[in-house]
């Protein structure tokens, strides 16, 4: 039986063996756990922003909390998606750290579990304008946009990519979800999207509801 509360402090502690051991023997039985595993790892990353925040861990050591992090998805991400079901359906999909945001660790861990569910995701990488958003949904006709962010400013820059689809007469062909530390349902209801979620997998589900709707 593992020890999800160890597992969370391994991933706090920066502790690569034991994470991969553990998350190894998650899988061993078919990764039934992998949900659980998955959220004591995301409490692991609370740890280590906690301790980046005090000056205990510095940016290389965010840059390795977000290295084992994907490295963790990548090993459970197939139990996760089987568990969560639904049809496997091709679908394009925009994804993007927004205008003023240069971090990307959350976002290439949800594009990992986007793809192993079988999304075709277009990501336009950091720091993108809305207006560069709206362009490429336009010309690669795509309908779901995952926005992400985690500074605060970030909740700006996703209301006005939001506005800019409603300008350019597009809001009613798109759906839109937000994701990042300073998202709150408050907040997705003041910047106008569809959906909100601070777990990857919640992404996945969220996106794949909207596909098979499209």
């Given at each position: 039986?593992?020890?999800?509360e160890?597992?969370?402090?391994a991933?706090?502690?920066?502790d ?77 999909m ?7 945001d ?30 560069e958003?709206v ?39 798109v ?7 300073p ?19 919640g ?8 596909a098979?709707?499209?």
């Amino acid at each position: 039986m593992i020890n999800f509360e160890e597992l969370t402090q391994a991933m706090g502690n920066l502790d690569e063996d034991t994470v991969n051991k553990m998350l190894n023997q998650v899988m061993s039985d078919g990764g039934t756990e992998a949900a659980r595993a998955m959220e004591a790892c995301q409490k692991g990353m609370d740890i280590v922003g906690s301790l980046y925040e005090s000056g205990e861990y510095f940016v290389g050591d965010l840059i390795y909390a977000g290295e084992l992090m994907t490295s963790a998805v990548g090993i459970l991400k197939d139990a996760l998606v089987a568990n969560e079901g639904g049809t496997g359906k091709k679908t394009r999909m925009i994804l993007c750290t927004v205008e003023g945001d240069l971090h990307d660790i959350g976002k290439n861990i949800v594009r990992a579990m986007l793809e192993a569910g079988g999304f075709d995701v277009l990501d336009l990488g950091i720091d993108v304008p809305p207006a560069e958003i709206v362009r490429q949904a336009r010309e690669n006709n795509i309908r779901i946009i995952a926005l992400s962010g985690v500074l605060t400013l970030a909740l700006d820059a996703m209301k006005a990519t939001e506005e800019q689809f409603r300008e350019e007469g597009m809001r009613d062909k798109v759906k839109i979800i937000i994701g990042g530390a300073p998202v709150t349902e408050a907040a997705c209801k003041n910047i106008g999207a569809d959906a909100w979620t601070h777990s990857p997998q919640g992404t996945v589900q969220i996106c794949r509801e909207w596909a098979e709707a499209l």
